[in-house]
C-alpha cells in the first residue's frame, strides 16, 4: 500500500478497520452483498459508485446498491464524446431505479486548449494525445469528484484483462488521493454477469447487442468480431496501425 493512501486514511474513523481487511485479505472471502452491504454500513453518504453506463459490471452494481439503500449514490464521466446509446441508458436507469445520477464533466477550458492546440481528435495521431485526452476528460474530473467522498466501487473484473487480473475486492487507491475502492465483482465470470442480467432484467447498453463488449467515448469504441479480445473493440488503431 501507498503511504500516502494509508495517511489519507489514518484520519478516517474506520481506518483501523480497513487497514486491518486490506492485511487480512478477508474480503476476498465476502460475497458481493456482503461488500456492498458493509460498504453502505461503513462508508454512507460518503460513498459513490462508478458507472461507466458503457458495461453490465456497472448496470449489476446499480441493481445490488438500490435493493440495499436507494439513496446510495451514482456518478458517471461525461467526456462529452459518448455514444447516444449511453445517453439513452442514463435516462433509462434513472427512470427505472428513481435514481439522481450524477454526471460529472472535465473542465471546459482545459477541454478548450486541447482542442484547440491539436484539433477534435488528436487521440488518433499519438499515444501520448490519447492518454492526455484521457486525463482531461476522464482522470482529473474522476479525481475533483471523489474528492469528496471515502470510498467508491466499480465494476473491475479480473478476468477482463490481463492489466485487472489482481484487482482486489477491497484496496486503496493512491491515484483518487488514498480513498478506498471496493470491487464486489472482482471474482465474477462473464456468465454470472450475464445470467444476473437475464434474471434480474437489469437494464444494459444496447450496443451490447451489436458487438460492442464494452463502450466508451464513441471515437474510441468500435464493435469487436465473434472470439475476439473483449477489451479489442478500444484504442484498436494503436495495434492495428490506422
Not at 476476498?28 to 456482503?34: A, C, I, P, V
Not at 475502492?181 to 434474471?199: F, G, N, R, S
Not at 469504441?221 to 492495428?240: F, H
Amino acid at each position: 500500500m501507498a503511504l500516502v493512501a494509508v495517511d489519507a486514511l489514518n484520519q478516517k474513523p474506520f481506518a483501523d478497520e480497513v487497514l486491518d481487511l486490506i492485511r487480512r485479505d478477508e474480503v476476498e472471502s465476502w460475497e458481493t452483498d456482503r461488500i456492498l452491504s458493509w460498504a453502505v454500513k461503513t462508508f454512507h453518504p460518503r460513498l459513490t459508485l462508478s458507472s461507466s453506463f458503457g458495461a453490465p459490471e456497472g448496470m449489476i452494481l446499480i441493481d445490488m446498491l438500490h435493493a440495499i439503500d436507494p439513496t446510495t449514490r451514482i456518478f458517471v464521466l461525461d467526456t462529452g464524446r459518448l455514444h447516444p446509446a449511453t445517453y439513452d441508458l442514463i435516462d433509462r436507469v434513472r427512470d427505472r431505479y428513481d435514481k439522481s445520477i450524477e454526471v460529472v464533466f472535465p473542465d471546459a477550458g482545459e477541454v478548450q486548449s486541447m482542442v484547440r492546440a491539436k484539433g477534435m481528435n488528436s487521440f488518433y495521431e499519438s499515444i501520448e494525445n490519447r492518454k492526455q485526452c484521457c486525463q482531461i476528460r476522464k482522470v482529473r474530473p474522476m479525481r475533483r469528484y471523489l474528492a469528496d467522498f471515502d470510498a467508491y466501487i466499480t465494476g473491475l473484473r479480473r478476468d477482463q484483462n490481463a492489466n485487472r487480473s489482481q484487482t482486489r475486492k477491497l484496496a486503496l487507491d493512491p491515484g483518487m488521493g488514498g480513498i478506498v475502492k471496493l470491487a464486489p465483482l472482482a471474482d465474477w465470470t462473464h456468465a454470472q454477469i450475464l445470467d444476473y442480467v437475464d434474471e434480474h432484467a437489469v437494464p444494459i447498453n444496447r450496443l451490447h447487442r451489436e458487438g460492442y463488449p464494452s463502450v466508451g467515448c464513441e471515437p474510441c469504441t468500435r464493435a469487436i468480431s465473434p472470439g475476439d479480445d473483449p477489451r479489442a473493440g478500444r484504442w484498436w488503431w494503436e495495434s492495428d496501425g490506422v
